[in-house]
């Protein structure tokens, strides 16, 4: 494992929030989807269940989708800010089945503050083991959602298995093509 399960795990949350809100889709436009999102991603913690949460929610896409582009220091720039704006106090926590994970705020911090800083400490992990050229944008031409890559290889291209699919299709396609000629 490259990083902690939790680590991953967040990066991920990140990647799919970011992916919430690419290529001029809105895949948060209420707050029944915001649920969804909540419960497939396994946030815990206190929910306001309001515009304004939706609101903070939909917010923090475009700041953390702009690390994907981000050079080291930046990002580092960034992490501090997030950590330092939600005065976040990184402590071991277990709940809910999981083992010990780093949580940096409280469980009745605002949802958008605790993503946030989830993120952060989570790009501060990469910084520190000089990763972050593992964010990338998607490989398929007509895609541009964000992915993180985990592989030891270093062989993710795809943000998911369709996208991973397609391309394959397309590429076996132009050879029968270009054989056929
Ligand atoms: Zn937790
Ligand atoms: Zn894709």
Sequence with gaps: ML??????????????????????????????????????????GTRARDEAELDAVRALRPRLARVWEMTKDEAAAFVNGELWRASAVPQLVKHDGWDYHLHATPPDAPLADRMAVEAAMAFADIIRSDQL?????????????????????????????????????????????????
């Design 3 to 44: 990083f902690a399960h939790d680590t991953e795990f967040a990066l991920n949350a990140a990647a799919a929030l970011v992916n919430t809100a690419r290529a001029g889709r809105e895949e948060l436009p209420d707050l029944a989807a915001l649920d969804r999102f909540v419960t497939d991603w396994k946030w815990t």
């Design 133 to 181: 050229a593992r964010l990338h944008v998607c490989s398929a031409e007509d895609c541009d959602d964000v992915l993180v890559d985990v592989s030891k290889n270093r062989s993710r291209r795809f943000c998911s298995v369709t996208c991973a699919n397609r391309v394959n299709v397309a590429a076996y396609r132009h050879r029968r093509a270009t054989r056929a000629m």
